[in-house]
């Protein structure tokens, strides 16, 4: 009995986080003696249908794979795909068939994560965007959801033990809630003990929406904190927006109009990239929470595709080893492995395990990941208005 409701690593690594037909058929699989070399392939959609998505979540199924006697190769992180496998398993059925279950899960939610910060990305390349939607999802997910955050390639994250365990540090301010504490009125006093507390380090942001008008809070801002202040954050509740880009250029006014120019300007709240492309021109960063927290998982399957060196698929899904590409007009394309691809296509899978040791390399590189998907973004015009 935990305390709470979390799977722990080692039920997730020794296979006991399965669907429970997978046991079933592996107790009737060994009844019957019967653990045939297979091929498997994890897919979203057997063909191109004209919409990427971005491939994420390598790093926790190569560790979930590793040291178990199979031969893996997949697309790497940060690469765009577009139908056909992302990921071929070679080996004994019984050695990976607990696994479906959690491979398929780190898999699904990580790329829907990575695919959904690159669509906040493309719509706002010069701006700063951070992910603030790990409040919307369950903790254990967190560091999955910041990792992929930063695969889709935006600039850092709020969640403090996902960085623990990504290895780089949280971002973030105050939230309303330091000014309630102070009292209507007092948000100087709020902005100060910021100021007087917190680490130099961190960035003096003031959220200037609690109680009052935008400007005026901006305003007081500047003068209770001077050129201590670094920038402002507005995250004004849907209700009261109005016209948020109007009221954003009303705030870079005054500022401008009493010098302070150089005071960033910062918005969060319910955005998407829609709202990212109406005010990117108009301010310095975002904060983007459930846009990409929530996406939904990849539709991922894992398949046999080859039995006993044999094609071998149920209907609907397309028999043996296959191949990915990316043509040279930039588009995906499958076809059997083994087979000549598209003329000057580059092939995308590469091996990441063999006879169970891990060869990945950079294919599960955090940063590896980032640049790939930045440049498979600009070469397939991902996101392109
Ligand atoms: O809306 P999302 O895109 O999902 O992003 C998460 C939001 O959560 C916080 O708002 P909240 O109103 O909870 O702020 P508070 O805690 O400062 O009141 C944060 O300031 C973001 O606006």
């Known amino acids: 009995m935990t305390e709470f409701d979390i799977v722990d690593a080692e039920a997730v690594r ?3 986080a399965t669907d429970a037909y997978f046991d079933r058929t592996a107790t009737a699989l060994e009844g019957a003696g019967r653990n045939p070399r297979v091929v498997a392939e994890v897919t979203a959609d057997q063909f191109p249908t004209g919409e990427f998505e971005l491939f994420a979540g390598l790093k926790d199924a190569v560790a979930l794979l590793s040291g178990r006697d199979v031969d893996v190769h997949a697309i790497p992180e940060g690469r765009l795909f577009d139908g056909g496998p992302v990921m071929r398993i070679e080996g004994e059925y019984l050695t990976f068939a607990r696994l479906e279950t959690s491979l398929l899960g780190f898999l699904s939610h990580a790329s829907a994560i990575a695919t959904a910060a690159l669509d906040c990305r493309v719509a706002a390349p010069d701006a700063s965007v951070l992910s603030f939607g790990a409040r919307h ?6 560091a999955a959801v910041e990792r992929s955050a ?9 969640h403090v033990a996902a960085g623990d365990l990504i290895g780089r540090e949280a971002s973030g301010t105050m939230p309303h809630a330091l000014s309630i504490c102070f009292g209507r009125g007092e948000q100087e006093a709020a902005w100060r003990a910021f100021d007087d507390a917190v680490d130099e380090s961190v960035p003096r942001i003031a959220l200037c929406d609690t109680y009052s ?10 003068d209770a904190l001077g050129d201590r202040l670094d920038g402002v954050r507005l995250d004004t509740t849907g209700s009261r927006r109005g016209d948020f880009r109007h009221i954003v250029r009303e705030v870079n006014w005054e500022l401008d109009a009493r010098g302070h120019s150089d005071v960033d300007v910062y918005v969060s709240g319910g955005l998407g ?6 005010l990117r021109d108009v301010v310095d960063g975002f ?3 459930g846009y990409v927290s929530n996406a939904d998982p990849v539709d991922f399957a894992l398949d046999l595709v080859a039995v006993a060196g044999e094609p071998a698929a149920k209907r609907g899904k397309l028999s ?6 990316r043509t040279a007009a930039g588009d995906h394309a499958v076809g059997l492995a083994g087979r000549e691809g598209p003329a000057d296509a580059e092939s995308l899978m590469e091996p990441v395990i063999r006879d169970g040791e891990v060869v990945a390399g950079d294919a599960v590189d955090l940063e590896a990941a980032t640049e790939r ?3 498979d973004a600009e070469r397939v015009g991902y996101g392109s208005e």
Do not use: I, N
């Open 14 to 16: 020794s296979g006991r």
């Open 137 to 142: 999802v369950h903790p254990a997910m967190t």
């Open 150 to 158: 930063l695969v889709g390639g935006l600039d850092g994250f709020s």
């Open 213 to 222: 008008d935008e400007v005026d809070e901006v305003l007081r801002a500047v």
């Open 273 to 278: 990239p829609a709202d990212l492309r109406r």
């Open 287 to 289: 904060g983007v929470g």
């Open 320 to 325: 043996g080893a296959k191949a990915v590409y």
């Open 373 to 375: 998907a930045l440049a």
